[in-house]
């Protein structure tokens, strides 16, 4: 179950403002990656903390583990790559 906090939404907010419902986008702590970044209960990617650094990452098939999307200094940039079109839509196609 995922449960929205303040923290999440206001990370929603700033990542996809005008793109997507932001009070829809919660930060879920995974015990294998950090935090997952969903959208309606679809996982759109994840977040690895490295430090101060933000890896972010989009799902991809199997075998693959995932598709590094880059590092970021602010987790707020990290969430709004997860969301960015070249991204976005084969997430929820999925």
Not at 43 to 55: E, S
Not at 70 to 83: E, H, L, N
Request: hydrophobic share 45%; aromatic share 8%.
């Amino acid at each position: 179950m995922t449960m929205q906090t303040s923290e999440n939404t206001a990370v929603g907010q700033a990542a996809v403002a005008g793109v997507l419902d932001p009070n829809l986008v919660t930060l879920t702590p995974s015990s294998l990656i950090g935090f997952m970044i969903l959208y309606r209960g679809v996982l759109m990617g994840w977040l690895q903390q490295d430090g101060t650094h933000w890896n972010a990452y989009a799902p991809t098939k199997p075998p693959n583990a995932g598709e590094h999307l880059g590092i970021f200094a602010c987790r707020d940039r990290a969430v709004r790559q997860a969301f960015s079109p070249a991204v976005r839509q084969p997430a929820l196609a999925s």
